[in-house]
Every structure is written in C-alpha cells, then in structure tokens.
C-alpha cells in the first residue's frame, strides 16, 4: 500500500512553454500533498504545500504564479511549471500524506524536467 | 523553524567497512525521523524510520539508526558496507503534517 506516482517520469520541453506534472495517491486519500525541487547533486527543497480544495502554501522565495499548483481531488495534485526556462530544469519530486495516519508522508519517484 | 545537519558530505570507505552518518535535528515540537537513500539516476527509498517506541530502529538492507532524544541525533549505520550502497542518503525528519525537511545529503561512495 500508500503507493504514490508521479507522471511524466520525465520530459524534455522547449524554453517558453508550460509543463504539468501529476502527482497522484494510487491507494489512499491524500488530504495534504508536498512539492519539492531537486537540484543536481543538491538536496531536496520543499517549494510548497498542496492541500485539498484549497490554495497551496508556497515557500519562500518560490514564485506561486511561475509554479501552479492545483489540488482538485483527494488523490490528485498536479504541478504547472509555467513559461519554463532551462534554469527551471531539474527534478520535481512530490509526496502525499495519508489523511487516515499522520506521521508519514510517501515519496513519488520523480519527474525530470530538462528545458532546452 | 525546523532544521536538519548532516555532517559528513562524502564518505568514502572500502567493502566491508562499518558506517555512521551523522544527523542532528532541531524542531520544538513532535518530530517523526527518517532516513533515504537515493542511488545514482534513481528515486528517493525510504531505508528506515522512527516514530516512537525502541529508539533504535533497523531498516532494509541491513541499515539501522539510533534515535538519542538528549543529543537530538538520528545517525544511520550499517556495520559491514557493501559497493551497491554507494549512493546519496538523506536525513529527513518531518513534523506530523507530513512535512520533510531534508539535510544536504551524504555521499558515499564504496570501493570494490
């Protein structure tokens, strides 16, 4: 069980264009999704929060109108890399937390982004 | 503001070596504590966790970690590593939102 995944596992996308990334939850309810940023040979960053329903909570110094996020369903959130620049490329990872147990959230494998 | 320091950035040891990596955390309130592990080109892997009870906790592939509440520390070990665990570990406690924080990371690289 709690099986999270992510589509696409990767994309190559022009400079200028947008990309939308799922995240989806495959067997349980994901009230609270979170969106992170990997850069090579870096850690992980956490850009923002994605609850159900509501607006996301975006960390600072990340640009909400440049990163779109959108929570529409317990089991989907989706992430829109608007007008995407090659510094934008990187790995996107997100994670869902189980609205039954609170202690745990579970990692999707990852999106790479390359922007030429 | 929650906080996570891993102090060894690249440690190099040969086949059959012990390992420890160091995690400290910082975070006022109730902290669930996990390590990764990222091999090269692929996704995160949750090695091992800790919520409550034993503080030390063993994971997969022959990981554990000792949770020390007075030096709030989370350090991995394995005492024999092997070449396929080369890769990235990260130290990642998180708060019961859900919400990770991750340390810089750990590269280790094992020789044949």
């Known amino acids: 069980g709690a099986v999270v995944s992510q589509h696409p596992s990767w994309v190559i996308c022009k400079s200028g264009t947008s990309v939308k990334i799922e995240c989806r939850s495959l067997?349980?309810?994901?009230?609270?999704m979170f969106w992170y940023r990997q850069f090579p040979k870096q850690s992980l960053m956490l850009m923002a929060t994605s609850n159900e329903g509501s607006k996301a909570t975006y960390e600072q110094g990340v640009e909400k109108d440049k990163f779109l996020i959108n929570h529409a369903s317990l089991t989907l959130s989706t992430l829109t890399v608007t007008s995407a620049h090659p510094e934008d490329s990187s790995f996107y990872i997100c994670?869902?937390?189980?609205?039954?147990?609170?202690?745990?959230?579970?990692f999707g494998q990852g999106t790479r982004l390359t922007v030429v | 503001a929650q906080s996570v320091s891993q102090h060894n950035h690249h440690v190099i040891l040969s086949e059959a070596a012990s390992l420890e990596l160091g995690c400290n955390y910082s975070?006022?309130?109730?902290?669930?504590l996990f390590w990764y592990v990222q091999y090269p080109g692929q996704h995160l892997q949750l090695l091992l966790k800790?919520?409550?009870?034993?503080?030390l906790v063993k994971g997969i592939k022959g990981f554990e970690a000792e949770f020390i509440k007075s030096k709030f520390s989370f350090n991995l070990r394995k005492p024999s590593v092997q070449w396929s665990d080369t890769a990235e570990y990260f130290c990642?406690?998180?708060?019961?939102?859900?919400?990770?924080?991750f340390g810089d990371g750990t590269t280790l690289t094992v020789k044949p």
């Open positions: 067997d349980f309810q994901a009230t609270t």
């Open positions: 994670s869902a937390r189980d609205r039954g147990q609170n202690t745990e959230a579970f």
């Open positions: 800790y919520f409550s009870g034993d503080p």
């Open positions: 990642a406690p998180n708060t019961n939102a859900g919400k990770s924080t």
């Open positions: 975070y006022g309130g109730t902290v669930n």
